[in-house]
């Protein structure tokens, strides 16, 4: 099992800066996807910015490009942190974020783990 716990959300100022940060602990894998996904009520979850391993490929949205930064603490599989780091919020980056890690069963499919989430609201 893997647990992820998410923290760092908040009220933020239009322009203002965030970090949001997701503890990670449990079973390490050889092989993985850690991301950030957002959501807002009414729409479909969004995936923000996902790094893969091995490689430490990153992937940014459009949306955020620019402006926000995952990053980790340290390439340990069993415990780490993944940061996002948040520059120039707007309004629209107001939402629900969730931390996800998915690895390879070996079988197939894939073994998913969602964090509980962490409050974003950005607003005058």
């Known amino acids: 099992q893997v647990q992820l716990v998410e923290s760092g959300g908040g009220l933020v100022q239009p322009g203002g800066s965030l970090r949001l940060a997701c503890a990670r602990s449990g079973v390490p894998f050889n092989q993985y996807t850690r991301s950030w996904y957002r959501e807002v009520p009414g729409k479909e979850r969004e995936l923000v910015a996902a790094?893969?391993?091995?490689?430490?490929?990153?992937?940014?949205?459009d949306s955020v490009k620019g402006r926000f930064t995952l990053s980790r603490d340290s390439g340990n599989t069993v415990k780490s942190t993944l940061f996002l780091q948040m520059n120039d919020v707007q309004p629209e980056d107001t939402a629900m974020y969730f931390c996800?890690?998915?690895?390879?069963?070996?079988?197939?499919?894939?073994?998913?783990?969602w964090g509980q989430g962490t409050q974003v609201t950005v607003s005058s």
């Open positions: 790094v893969t391993y091995p490689g430490y490929n990153i992937e940014y949205s």
């Open positions: 996800h890690e998915e690895a390879p069963d070996g079988a197939g499919r894939k073994y998913t783990y």
